[in-house]
């Protein structure tokens, strides 16, 4: 069994900046693919980003190109999403998902790659 927990979710301005951390704990973290998605009010969820389980390969949505960058520290068993020059748009709860089943360059954009999931961290941009 797989625990994701999300952190650092809240309320900031459009054009700010956060930092979005999911410790993992339960299996070896660092043997495993990884990736955040977010659902806004309303909407279904959407992949945001995804890196493999070695850190070499990752994979972003456009929407979020050039503004957010996921990055993992194996050692402290956490994935991270730096979000950047936020938009109002961006606004949704955001969940990580482990994948139990990776390749080495594995980057996974469907849900249904991914076995676990946290309970979701709010991030709220305002206008």
């Known amino acids: ?60 949505a456009d929407s979020v190109k050039g503004r957010f960058t996921i990055s993992r520290d194996n050692a402290k068993n956490t994935v991270y999403l730096q979000m950047n020059n936020l938009k109002p748009e961006d606004t949704a709860v955001y969940y990580c998902g482990d994948n139990s089943k990776s390749s080495l360059s594995g980057v996974y954009q469907t849900q249904e790659s991914y076995d676990y999931w946290g309970q979701g961290t709010q991030v709220t941009v305002s206008s």
């Not at 410790?23 to 998605?37: E, K, L």
């Open 1 to 60: 069994q797989v625990q994701l927990v999300e952190s650092g979710g809240g309320l900031v301005q459009a054009g700010g900046s956060l930092r979005l951390a999911c410790a993992a704990s339960g299996r070896t973290f660092s043997m495993r693919a990884m990736g955040w998605f977010r659902q806004a009010p309303g909407k279904e969820r959407e992949f945001v980003a995804a890196i493999s389980w070695s850190g070499g390969y990752t994979s972003h």
